[in-house]
């Protein structure tokens, strides 16, 4: 199974974007769910992540106050909500399963991940 990831694109300095993660056949309100990034040259670095019920929400310190994590179990779609983005925030982003326990804390390496799609490009530039 593979987690697709879409919606990046080209957007301004002090732009927003939505990022959508979905994948079909998947038990997907059973896991949590991580939202990744990876610049050109650099380690894929954690972004945010949502607990299995959509009830506690994780932030990397670069990203918090300017994205939101959402999910919506019934349409099995995960949201990355960003706003006021930086040409820092240029990379591809991904989403990927933590397939721990639902009860298991939420984990931050993406060694911990599963089900990688091909990830979306999200470039911030004037």
């Known amino acids: 199974v593979q987690l697709q990831a879409f919606g990046g694109g080209l957007v301004q300095p002090g732009g927003s974007l939505r990022l959508s993660c979905s994948a079909s056949?998947?038990?997907?309100?059973?896991?949590?769910i991580g939202w990744f990034r990876q610049a050109p040259g650099k380690e894929r670095e954690f972004v945010a992540a949502i607990t299995w019920s959509g009830i506690n929400t994780y932030y990397a310190d670069s990203v918090k106050g300017r994205f939101t994590i959402s999910r919506d179990n019934v349409v099995k779609v995960v949201f990355l909500q960003m706003k006021n983005l930086k040409p820092e925030d240029t990379a591809k982003y991904f989403c990927?399963?933590?397939?721990?326990?639902?009860?298991?804390?939420?984990?931050?390496?993406?060694?911990?991940?599963?089900?990688w799609g091909q990830g979306t490009l999200v470039t911030v530039s004037s």
């Open positions: 056949r998947f038990s997907f309100d059973d896991y949590a």
């Open positions: 990927a399963a933590d397939r721990a326990d639902q009860s298991s804390p939420i984990r931050y390496g993406a060694a911990w991940y599963e089900d």
